[in-house]
């Protein structure tokens, strides 16, 4: 009976803190996007050049594996994650500059935006309210992943314009479906550190938006 009592016990704390964790991602999430919002219009506005743009997303990575794990359980952790969202925000100056530059530009960035927070939302709605456990799909988009490397590293020699679609159609769906991934280790329980999970939720929404740029950006140029 005792031993009932503690699990009774336990099962609530347990999902306080896994809606902590949930609360606090979101939270930080938010900021940090606004921030990248902010840094990219600061660069877009600077007419940042594609050579600063790519050391900048260099850094942020540098940032990512070298940085970030050894803080993301100190208050450092998130002074880190702003400086390396503030770097891929400002990076993105260039290639919304290219995109804008063009006859329907803003309509093309717009469509991005816009379908990158349908997807983001839904996903996000979806695996919060159903708790369902998409861990299953690690395997998968691990394997994912690493085609799509070694598909972006054989493209920069061979620079095929229909395999650079095929890759931003590839990206987009493994970034859905890691959101749906990173959203449910959250709300079961997988995930622990709110840092960590919004470091991971970040990089999925910001590859989802650069190559959900590159498709509509390539459909509306047929029109």
Do not use: C
Request: no cysteine; charged share 5%; net charge neutral.
């Amino acid at each position: 009976m005792a031993q009932y009592d503690q699990i009774a016990t336990a099962r609530p704390e347990s999902a306080l803190a896994t809606n902590k964790v949930l609360r606090n991602t979101y939270m930080l999430l938010s900021m940090t996007l606004l921030f990248s919002a902010a840094t990219a219009l600061i660069s877009m506005a600077m007419g940042l050049p594609q050579g600063a743009s790519m050391i900048m997303s260099l850094a942020a990575i540098g940032i990512v594996w070298f940085v970030l794990p050894r803080t993301y359980n100190s208050s450092m952790g998130i002074v880190w994650t702003f400086v390396f969202a503030g770097l891929l925000g400002a990076g993105l100056g260039p290639m919304l500059n290219h995109y804008l530059a063009m006859a329907n530009g803003p309509s093309i960035v717009a469509q991005a935006l816009g379908g990158t927070a349908i997807v983001t939302f839904g996903l996000s709605f979806y695996a919060v309210t159903t708790k369902k456990d998409f861990s299953f799909l690690g395997g998968f988009l691990m394997v994912g992943m690493i085609v799509m490397v070694v598909a972006m590293i054989a493209n920069i020699f061979f620079a095929i314009p229909a395999m650079s679609i095929a890759i931003s159609g590839g990206v987009v769906l493994l970034m859905s479906l890691m959101i749906l991934f990173d959203t449910s280790r959250i709300v079961n329980g997988g995930e622990t550190n709110y840092i960590r999970a919004t470091v991971s939720l970040y990089l999925d929404i910001y590859n989802l938006f650069v190559h959900l740029l590159v498709l509509v950006g390539f459909l509306s140029s047929d029109d």
